[in-house]
């Protein structure tokens, strides 16, 4: 049995339903916590950065080599064992990283002691090594990777710590180069991160086939899509963003070459106007960002709220009885809604558009938890309602709330 840990983004809740979406049947989930989740493997990960480099929501994968009870000092022990443990018989002096991944304001006093029992028991053993953190606080994943570090990790789970190396970390020069280096960026359609592009489309549970953006703008699911073993069809209603898309994936299939072999097509559409014509291709998910609406400041009222939402609705109950006869029954449609961040008497609210949840459910589309119910209960997660997961920052007025709809 292999045990992994693996260390969640800023939107943990989205980071875990992403993973859960990607486990096979040799994978069982055993701790989840806001910082991580660990699994049990029948077998070893084949080609963890290769997974990693798919995976939006993950900044570290973690080879668990033990754990411990939960108190605070018997980390810097264990993380002493694990490095006699893996630097035993090493012919060059081992550059190495501590990160200490745990809810407690005192990770730097424990990492620090955590490096100094570490450098001292190799100077028994008669191990040259040298750590990388110098201010004793947790390295940036870019630092491990450029100075090519060993990182040794605590890591904190329900009731116990779990102690590994980091055997993948996440690629943050690609995925700037796929958002700020691509020929086409338009503020005014949301510029949805590549990394959640990707989150959505493993939340489809589809690993390749034919994949469908209906409300494509600029191309970014579609890139990833490409980048994820799909062919993919975008459309939308606007012309200048079919030639945005088309010169983005022509500048991807150039940087990119795994995507030559994967084939693309564009066409301008109203989504709540197509028909079978427009798709030939059997279409295995529907991945979109719809309209987020104009921009908007702290002070929106509830009224501009209400109003907005409205307008959006009808533009997407429009896609979905537009698609309804045109995708195979099942098909997996999961899409980032607008959703507004309000203070209504003081109290910060998060408004989406429930009314449309409802009227779609009559429509014969149902949405499918992102994180199941006995998940969920077993680990404390707070799911918010109606089965979508928030994806905002702080301070925005604007957000995203990601649904998974299932056509019955």
């Not at 549970?205 to 970014?220: A, E, N, V």
């Not at 209603?237 to 994936?249: F, G, R, T, V």
């Not at 150039?254 to 994967?262: D, F, G, L, N, W």
């Not at 779609?360 to 998940?375: A, C, D, N, W, Y």
């Amino acid at each position: 049995m292999y045990t992994y840990g693996f260390l969640l983004g800023r939107k943990n809740l989205l980071s875990s339903s992403e993973l859960i979406s990607r486990l096979n049947k040799n994978c069982e989930i055993v701790d989840i916590t806001p910082l991580s989740l660990v699994i049990n493997s029948k077998q070893a990960l084949e080609n963890p950065q290769n997974l990693l480099d798919t995976l939006g929501g993950t900044i570290k994968i973690i080879e668990i080599h033990s754990d411990s009870i939960k108190k605070y000092n018997s980390i810097p022990k264990s993380l002493e064992k694990l490095a006699l443990k893996l630097f035993k018989g090493a012919e060059k002096k081992v550059k190495h990283a501590v990160s200490a991944h745990i809810l407690s304001k005192e990770s730097k006093k424990i990492i620090k002691n955590s490096i100094y029992r570490i450098k001292d028991a190799c100077k028994q053993q008669e191990i040259k090594s040298r750590y990388i953190n110098k201010t004793f606080e947790n390295p940036h994943i870019a630092q491990i990777k450029d100075e090519k570090a060993k990182d040794l990790v605590a890591l904190e789970g329900t009731d116990k710590y779990y102690y590994g190396q980091t055997i993948a970390i996440q690629n943050i020069d690609s995925y700037s180069k796929r958002d700020y280096k691509r020929p086409e960026r338009d503020a005014r359609l949301g510029m949805l991160p590549p990394k959640l592009a990707q989150i959505m489309i493993n939340l489809s549970r589809k690993s390749s086939g034919t994949l469908y953006d209906p409300f494509c703008g600029i191309g970014t699911i579609l890139a990833e899509g490409m980048l994820m073993n799909f062919n993919v069809v975008g459309s939308d209603l606007d012309h200048e963003n079919i030639q945005k898309s088309l010169h983005n994936l022509k500048w991807l299939q150039t940087e990119y070459p795994v995507t030559a072999e994967k084939n693309f097509r564009l066409f301008q559409a109203d989504a709540g106007k197509i028909a079978k014509k427009d798709l030939s291709e059997k279409i295995d998910c529907v991945i979109s960002e719809t309209y987020l609406g104009p921009p908007m400041s702290s002070g929106i009222s509830m009224n501009e709220v209400k109003e907005n939402l409205a307008k959006i609705e009808k533009t997407i109950f429009e896609f979905f009885r537009s698609i309804k006869n045109v995708t195979p029954k099942n098909v997996a449609i999961v899409l980032s809604l607008l959703t507004y961040r309000v203070k209504d008497q003081g109290e910060e609210k998060f408004i989406t558009m429930t009314h449309l949840l409802t009227k779609l459910e009559q429509e014969g589309f149902v949405t499918e938890p992102l994180i199941s119910h006995e998940i969920s209960s077993e680990y404390g997660l707070n799911v918010r309602q109606h089965n979508g997961l928030l994806y905002e920052r702080p301070d925005q007025t604007v957000c995203r709330t990601i649904f998974k709809f299932v056509k019955k």
